[in-house]
């Protein structure tokens, strides 16, 4: 596609319900990555996936969290029994990933999904 | 390890006015240095960036230039318009350790007019 899109772009749960925020890279992109935005301050890493490699997962806050990345494509956040801290904008973004050169490439994001926990 | 430390806002000025928002990094290999811009009910979308020491950056009259030195990438605009009010985020990515990027806290800045 033409960019990172998220789906939903708003979702209000039920405190404890289990939620699933899905991320389209733009395609060829090896790398995706998971940030959480919440009200007023930066972002929060939260997991990193590169090519087949095993995802880094050093951000992610707690055991209720996790996500899967199937290939290079689709990556979907599952947050489980969800709390009102995790009420946040949840960014995904992603970049051609390691390459050659050394030089680092572009992180594009997608507009995010709005989560509000009840 | 790598971080990035960039000014405390909320940063107001008036139209016309320069523009400098501080960043220093902190990395173990050397990294490509980031600004990213978030305006208002947007996602974040890239400002400009440089990948390797005494390159500068620029975009939309915004300039950073990479000082190993310092270990700094400020921003700068000479001349800010009210379109330039969002939040400013610094950002690295060390190529030696992954890819990951490594976020500031993100700088506000108002612009009146």
């Known amino acids: 596609g033409a960019g990172v899109s998220q789906s939903p772009s708003n979702k209000v749960t039920e405190k404890g319900k289990d939620v699933e925020l899905r991320c389209d890279p733009i395609?060829?992109?090896?790398?995706l990555y998971w940030y959480r935005q919440r009200l007023g301050q930066g972002l929060e890493f939260l997991i990193y996936f590169q090519g087949n490699s095993a995802p880094d997962k050093s951000g992610l806050p707690s055991d209720r969290f996790s996500a899967e990345r199937t290939g290079e494509s689709v990556s979907t956040l599952t947050i489980q029994r969800t709390q009102q801290e995790d009420s946040a904008v949840y960014l995904c973004?992603?970049?051609?990933?390691?390459?050659?050169?050394?030089?680092?490439?572009?992180?594009?994001f997608g507009p995010g999904t709005r989560l509000t926990v009840l | 390890g790598n971080s990035v430390t960039q000014m405390e806002g909320p940063v107001t000025l008036s139209e016309e006015a320069f523009l400098t928002i501080n960043c220093t990094y902190t990395?173990?290999?050397?990294?490509?240095l980031f600004w990213y811009v978030q305006y208002p009910g947007e996602g974040l979308q890239l400002l400009l960036k440089a990948t390797k020491a005494d390159d500068k950056g620029s975009n939309k009259g915004f300039e950073a230039t990479y000082r190993k030195e310092t270990t700094s990438f400020h921003l700068e605009k000479g001349s800010v318009q009210v379109s330039d009010s969002a939040v400013y985020f610094c950002?690295?990515?060390?190529?030696?350790?992954?890819?990951?990027?490594?976020f500031g806290t993100g700088t506000s800045l108002t612009v009146i007019p």
């Open positions: 950002a690295l990515s060390d190529p030696n350790t992954g890819n990951q990027f490594y």
């Open positions: 990395a173990t290999g050397y990294p490509s």
């Open positions: 395609s060829g992109h090896t790398a």
């Open positions: 973004a992603s970049s051609l990933g390691a390459g050659g050169g050394g030089a680092s490439h572009t992180q594009y």
